[in-house]
C-alpha cells in the first residue's frame, strides 16, 4: 500500500466532495439492518479519519488504523481540537494487532484495492476478521473493475484548490485491473516560489469471486452486496460496491 506521506496534506482538499456524514450515517443503517449499532469499531485504512470522526460522533467509540503516519498525523490533528473517542494506530494491515475485539468493522473509499497482492488482501481480510467478534459485522467497499477499465483507466485530470493546484495521471497496467497513479501537487512556498511533491501509488480490482473467497476464508459470510450509497443490487455500471459482511467463525 502506499504511504500516501505526500498525498496526506491535500488530502482533504482534494476530497472536499465526499460527505462523510451523509456516508456514515449509511452505513449505521446497514448495521442497524443486518445486527445492531456497534459500541467500539474498527475503521481499517482510516485515513485523515473522516469516518471515524462521524462514528465517534454518534456515540461510537473507534480504534482508527492506516499504514501512513502522514494521513494519520492529519487524523490526530483533527481530533485534537474535537476531543472525540478515537485512538488512531499506525499499522499495516498484513499486521494488524489490536489490543482485543471489536463489535464492529469497516474500511472506506476503496482502501482494499489499495492492497494489489490478493495474497496481502486475504490476509488483510483474515486479521480484520480475526479481531472482530463473532456474529458481527465487517462493512467495505471496493472499486469494480468496470471502474478501472472504463472510468481511471488512461485518464488525466488538473485540479486547483485553495493554491494547490494537482495533477492526477492514470495508467491502466496490461492485467486489465490494475491502475497506476501518478499525483504532482504545486504550491507556493513563498512570494515567488513554489515547490513540487509526487506521490504514486496503485490500485487493483478484484472479481466478484476472488471477493467473496478472500472473505469466506476469513470466516465471514457476505450477507448483501449493494451498489454504492444504495440498498440496491449492484448494476453491470457500478463503480464502487458495500460489501456487508458477518464474522460466522
Known sequence: MSSYNNFSPFYDIFTHNVDYKKRSNYLMDLFLRFDKKPQLLLDFACGTGGFSTEFSKMGVEVIGVDSSEGMLCVANEKNAGLKLPVLYLNQRGEELDLFGTVDGAISCLDSLNHITDYNNLEKCISNVSLFLEEGRLFIFDMNTVYKHQKILADSAFRFKKHGVECIWNN????????????LNFTYKTGLFRKETVTERFFERAYSEEEILSACEAAGLKVEAVYGENTMLPPSEASQRNIYVTRKVR
Request: glycine share 8%; hydrophobic share 40%.
Open 171 to 182: 495508467r491502466l497496467w496490461d492485467d486489465g485491473l490494475t491502475v497506476e497513479i501518478n
